[in-house]
């Protein structure tokens, strides 16, 4: 197995479903060891089994990004596995939509703990290893909602929140070698645009097909369409790319 992410270790939370896996498919296809953390257990079985089928390194453990002991210690197990994390992607992510009036403080919270509390945790775990070795990736995910999406004030205020963190660490990190960039996925059918589509009452095809018709490039994105930028961030050959946010999302967004 050869390519461009030979030898490179690949960290990724979120990862046993949905966009995470993708990516985690992706580097793995290209020569990466990838480290998969999730709090779904069936799906982290499923995808260890899946990826050691195909002939590639994986390491999968439950985890809660939000729990900031419990990603420190799965960040040094890790470590002490593979030697390294050379790449992080901060993918792990929820949604609990609900107009202004109606959302709830609990809402609120867990979405900010799971995509800003759990980037923080995962970063500042890594960085210290990235920092040592002089060398690393960490690609957040974001989202369009970022710029503002009905029913979405908790989630969107995240995702903008995470570009703000993405640009800050590119700042600190940058002369460690280390470079820090965002994706901003548009509408990708995964398991959560599916709850999405239930949350709403519409018949997915039917919702897929009414984002559909939005979309520029007039069509739905893939989990692949995310890992394909991701890779790009990943690359040893991108960095001089530091503190950028990329909208994939079949169209201009920003
Ligand atoms: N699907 C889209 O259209 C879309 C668009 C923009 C951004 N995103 C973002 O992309 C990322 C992946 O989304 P997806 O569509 O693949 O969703 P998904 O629901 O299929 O996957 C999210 C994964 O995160 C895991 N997770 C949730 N909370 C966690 C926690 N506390 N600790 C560890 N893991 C946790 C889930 O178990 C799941 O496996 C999310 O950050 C999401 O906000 C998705």
């Given at each position: 197995?050869?390519?461009?992410?030979?030898?490179?270790?690949?960290?990724?939370?979120?990862?046993?479903?949905?966009?995470?896996?993708?990516?985690?498919?992706?580097?793995?296809?290209?020569?990466?060891?990838?480290?998969?953390?999730?709090?779904?257990?069936?799906?982290?079985?499923?995808?260890?089994?899946?990826?050691?089928?195909?002939?590639?390194?994986?390491?999968?453990?439950?985890?809660?990004?939000?729990?900031?002991?419990?990603?420190?210690?799965?960040?040094?197990?890790?470590?002490?596995?593979?030697?390294?994390?050379?790449?992080?992607?901060?993918?792990?992510?929820?949604?609990?939509?609900?107009?202004?009036?109606?959302?709830?403080?609990?809402?609120?919270?867990?979405?900010m703990d799971v995509h800003l509390k759990g980037s923080f945790?995962?970063?500042?775990?890594?960085?210290?290893?990235?920092?040592?070795?002089?060398?690393?990736?960490?690609?957040?995910?974001?989202?369009?909602?970022?710029?503002?999406?009905?029913?979405?004030?908790?989630?969107?205020?995240a995702?903008?929140g995470l570009?703000?963190f993405?640009?800050?660490?590119?700042?600190?990190?940058?002369?460690?070698?280390?470079?820090?960039?965002?994706?901003?996925?548009?509408?990708?059918?995964?398991?959560?645009?599916?709850?999405?589509?239930?949350?709403?009452?519409?018949?997915?095809?039917?919702?897929?097909?009414?984002?559909?018709?939005?979309?520029?490039?007039?069509?739905?994105?893939?989990?692949?369409?995310?890992?394909?930028?991701?890779?790009?961030?990943?690359?040893?050959?991108?960095?001089?790319?530091?503190?950028?946010?990329?909208?994939?999302?079949?169209?201009?967004?920003?």
């Open positions: 197995m050869s390519g461009k992410f030979n030898g490179r270790v690949a960290f990724i939370t979120g990862g046993s479903r949905g966009i995470g896996k993708g990516v985690a498919l992706r580097l793995a296809e290209e020569g990466a060891k990838v480290a998969v953390i999730d709090i779904n257990e069936e799906a982290l079985n499923e995808v260890q089994t899946e990826f050691t089928e195909k002939g590639y390194e994986i390491y999968t453990k439950k985890a809660d990004v939000v729990n900031a002991e419990e990603v420190e210690a799965v960040v040094q197990e890790v470590v002490s596995t593979y030697g390294a994390i050379d790449i992080l992607v901060n993918n792990a992510g929820i949604i609990r939509d609900n107009m202004l009036f109606k959302m709830t403080d609990s809402d609120w919270q867990q979405v945790n995962a970063a500042r775990a890594v960085q210290k290893y990235m920092v040592d070795q002089k060398y690393g990736r960490i690609i957040n995910i974001s989202s369009t909602s970022a710029l503002g999406n009905r029913g979405q004030a908790n989630y969107a205020t995702k903008a570009q703000g993405t640009k800050t660490l590119a700042i600190e990190l940058g002369k460690f070698g280390i470079t820090s960039n965002s994706v901003a996925p548009g509408f990708i059918e995964t398991e959560m645009t599916k709850a999405t589509a239930e949350r709403v009452g519409v018949d997915f095809s039917e919702f897929v097909k009414f984002n559909v018709s939005k979309i520029p490039v007039a069509r739905s994105g893939k989990p692949e369409d995310i890992a394909n930028a991701v890779a790009f961030f990943a690359d040893e050959k991108s960095s001089f790319v530091n503190g950028q946010v990329i909208y994939v999302a079949g169209g201009p967004k920003a």
